[in-house]
């Protein structure tokens, strides 16, 4: 039992359980329109396969006894951890927003939370900096965007 609880150290491991976890989701959101079939199959075989091999990598590895405990943490790595946690739950906020509110909401949201997040310096002067750089930013996409070249965006499903 603790060779198991071994391969939570090893990379490949991990890769192979992380890819398996994403292919599972987006095959999950696969429609039955014609345009689903071709890419985001290809894309979630391609990840079922790049897990299979991973994971029977990590397994060859678990009966050789040859286990590598390359996933080591250290202090100084803590805070880019916490970072890319946080990151991570403002990119899935960004995708509820997505769903809610339509593509540019979503987008303002997302891009003044970002900055407001990665700013050195958290004051009252730098959100309001970095709310006109996402107003000005979204504002000058949307023109570009919709109105030269055409680009549908998704649409807020509470707004119409």
Not at 2 to 22: A, H, M, V
Request: aromatic fraction near 20%.
């Amino acid at each position: 039992m603790t060779k198991f609880f071994k391969l939570f150290q090893d990379s490949d491991f991990l890769t192979g359980i992380l890819t398996l976890f994403i292919a599972s989701f987006c095959y999950a959101g696969i429609g039955d329109d014609m345009k689903d079939w071709v890419f985001p199959l290809m894309a979630c075989y391609t990840l079922f396969s790049v897990s299979t091999v991973f994971l029977i990598k990590s397994l060859i590895k678990l009966f050789q006894n040859s286990i590598d405990k390359n996933v080591i943490i250290l202090n100084e790595q803590i805070p880019s951890i916490i970072n890319v946690i946080f990151f991570s739950l403002i990119v899935f906020g960004f995708l509820l927003a997505l769903f809610a509110f339509g593509f540019w909401i979503a987008s303002f949201l997302f891009l003044w939370a970002s900055i407001t997040y990665f700013n050195v310096e958290k004051n009252f002067s730098n959100s309001i900096k970095s709310l006109a750089i996402s107003l000005i930013a979204c504002g000058v996409a949307y023109v570009v965007f919709t109105h030269i070249f055409y680009v549908p965006f998704p649409e807020s499903r509470i707004f119409g």
